[in-house]
C-alpha cells in the first residue's frame, strides 16, 4: 500500500531554514506529481508546492514564491521541501501528498517558527 513519511520539522527562529523529506513507498514514485501541503490550526489545508515526476516545472504558492524550494530524487523515492527565510506565518503542520487515482497523505512533520 502506498505510504508516506515526512520527516525534518521542528522548531525554527524566524529567518531560519528547515528540509522536509518524504519517502514514498507502495507506488512507482517516478511516474506521479509528489505535493506538498501545510496546515495552521483553525485554518483550511493549502497547497503550498507541486513538483511533476520528471523534476522540472515546479509551482508554489504566492506565499512561498522565492524562499521555498521543492525537489526530488527518484532514485531515492524521496521529495524534498527546503523552507529559507522562515516566517512565524509558515508555522503549521507540512504534509506530502500523491495522487495514484486517489489521495495519500503522510501523517505530516510540525513546523513551528517562533522566537
Known amino acids: 500500500q502506498v505510504q508516506l513519511v515526512e520527516s525534518g520539522g521542528g522548531l525554527v527562529q524566524p529567518g531560519g531554514s528547515l528540509r522536509l523529506s518524504c519517502v514514498a513507498s507502495g507506488f512507482t514514485f517516478s511516474n506521479y506529481f509528489m505535493r506538498w501541503y501545510r496546515q495552521a490550526p483553525g485554518k483550511e489545508r493549502e497547497l503550498v508546492a507541486i513538483i511533476p515526476s520528471t523534476g522540472t516545472g515546479t509551482n508554489y504558492a504566492d506565499s512561498v514564491k522565492g524562499r521555498f524550494t521543492i525537489s526530488r530524487d527518484n532514485a531515492k523515492n524521496t521529495v524534498y521541501l527546503q523552507m529559507n527565510s522562515l516566517k512565524p506565518e509558515d508555522t503549521a503542520l507540512y504534509y506530502c501528498?500523491?495522487?495514484?487515482?486517489?489521495?495519500?497523505w503522510g501523517q505530516g512533520t510540525q513546523v513551528t517558527v517562533s522566537s
Open positions: 501528498n500523491v495522487r495514484t487515482g486517489v489521495d495519500h
